[in-house]
């Protein structure tokens, strides 16, 4: 690139700096009375805040009267902007914990958690744990059923019991939710999420889009309330003036959503103001990115593929990481087929494979390294990494290709190395049988293998020696694994 084009590529950068600054500037305007912003309340209060194609992730938001704290937003379900305040998926955490714990929360956001009374959404019932009995049995229904909650006398549910798989020892313990399964019947899973309805704000922003009927109100309200508001509505409409309907207008018009996505559209495309031409700085991979972006899911473009999404891991190790594989509570089935190793499955922020086509297309634009994480039970870490890592085409049954072992895990996957994936569906092992059926699984054996990281899900102990999730140099042939991920840089 010529050093006129880079200085107009460098003034369109600050230029967006400046943009991003003004859209903070309306999106507060647009939020908060005159009021509000004298005393600074019009920062971003929780997850209803969102503009609505935000991402699910975690945010930093204000709420009034409190420090800033950061929350897991879902921005999928039930037309988004939820704020998450507690989510079990695995029984990995315990939340057989004391009053302090729960007041101030615990957990990973982006895992299981409680976060904490920082919302002061308890509405007034006493919230019981096992050092501080609020409830109204004679005895601390927190201890009874190894929980904390809003307890009665006792529960007809708690979300944070002791987890189960299914069937717990006794009545009335595990998560419960007794309308739904009954009180013998602990829950594999729950989220709790709450979000701030909007009554005057939905109103002011309503006439802030052009909207001075109140068009906006109408599914929130009946019709001889709407009248009131629309006053006061018009009311704040002109304290605002002719200035903030302009800022509005602009900020129409931009529609720029979170600005680490602005700012990677942008140097996607440089456009050359003197001539039209253009630059493409395209994301790759996850090596691709600026280092101090979060983790989280972007979307790359590969050499000589179509654009999809990634999950890239930006702090173990150096970061810009690009996740391949992850398994972390035996929620997702990995025993399946080959037409779904080919194309991948389930959630980039959960447990997925990404696919044996996207790996194959990623690892043939230059040289990756690949790093393998694994956690036993007893929250023990070991990692393994490789200075070469390439698999091949369908046409070569993704033949993978590793060396230049280190870490201390040990090297279990060098016995695969120079094999083909083998499936359920699709035996291409040395075997005299599908190990993927005898072991149930999908991997690049042999005859069979040191490893199994797609291997069937167990705690701890399998059925049988060679089976669950595997790596025979740290844990052994007959310890299965509570969680693993698979992840490659481009060097």
Not at 27 to 47: A, F, V
Not at 74 to 94: A, C
């Amino acid at each position: 690139m010529h050093l006129g084009l880079n200085s107009k590529v460098f003034t369109v950068n600050e230029k967006l700096a400046d943009i991003d600054r003004r859209l903070q500037e309306v999106e507060e305007n647009c939020r908060t009375t005159e009021t509000d912003r004298s005393s600074g309340s019009g920062n971003r209060k929780d997850c209803s805040d969102l503009p609505k194609d935000s991402r699910s992730g975690i945010y930093r938001i204000k709420p009034d009267h409190a420090e800033e704290f950061n929350v897991y937003c879902e921005m999928t379900v039930d037309r988004g902007g939820w704020t998450v305040i507690q989510r079990r998926e695995s029984g990995d955490l315990d939340f057989y914990q004391g009053w302090t714990k729960y007041r101030t929360g615990f957990g990973q956001l982006h895992r299981e958690f409680w976060l904490g009374d920082n919302l002061n959404y308890h509405n007034g019932m006493p919230f019981t744990t096992f050092d501080r009995d609020n409830d109204k049995d004679r005895g601390n229904c927190a201890q009874i059923v190894n929980g904390a909650w809003w307890f009665k006398d006792c529960l007809e549910s708690d979300l944070n019991g002791h987890y189960f798989i299914r069937t717990p020892s006794q009545t009335w313990r595990g998560i419960i939710w007794k309308d739904w399964k009954g009180p013998n019947h602990s829950l594999r899973a729950s989220e709790m999420m709450i979000r701030r309805l909007y009554l005057i704000v939905l109103t002011i922003c309503s006439i802030c889009f052009g909207n001075p009927d109140g068009t906006y109100i109408a599914p929130l309200i009946d019709d001889p309330q709407r009248a009131p508001l629309v006053a006061i509505s018009q009311t704040i409409l002109k304290s605002f003036g002719k200035q903030l309907n302009e800022k509005v207008d602009k900020l129409i018009k931009q529609k720029f959503g979170d600005i680490h996505h602005r700012i990677q559209e942008l140097e996607e495309k440089s456009t050359d103001l003197s001539t039209g031409t253009k630059t493409e700085k395209v994301i790759r991979d996850c090596s691709d990115l600026p280092k101090d972006f979060r983790s989280g899911i972007y979307r790359i473009k590969p050499d000589k593929a179509e654009a999809f999404d990634v999950y890239c891991e930006m702090t173990i190790d150096s970061g810009r990481w690009t996740v391949i594989q992850r398994r972390e509570s035996g929620d997702l089935d990995f025993y399946l087929g080959w037409a779904k190793y080919k194309s991948g499955f389930g959630q980039l922020n959960r447990e997925f494979w990404l696919g044996n086509d996207k790996i194959h297309t990623l690892t043939s634009q230059g040289r990756y390294e690949l790093r393998i994480d694994l956690y036993d039970f007893d929250n023990n870490q070991a990692y393994a990494k490789y200075q070469h890592f390439y698999i091949g085409n369908e046409t070569s049954k993704y033949k993978i290709n590793v060396y230049g072992h280190s870490g201390n895990a040990g090297d279990s996957l060098d016995y695969s190395n120079r094999g083909r994936f083998t499936t359920l569906d699709r035996d291409n092992d040395d075997a005299k049988d599908n190990c993927a059926r005898r072991h149930p699984g999908a991997w690049w054996y042999t005859n069979c293998m040191r490893s199994n990281l797609h291997g069937h899900y167990y705690i701890k102990t399998p059925v049988g020696t060679w089976n669950g999730v595997l790596w025979k140099t740290w844990k052994g042939h007959n310890y299965s694994l509570k969680a693993t991920s698979m992840m490659i840089r481009r060097l």
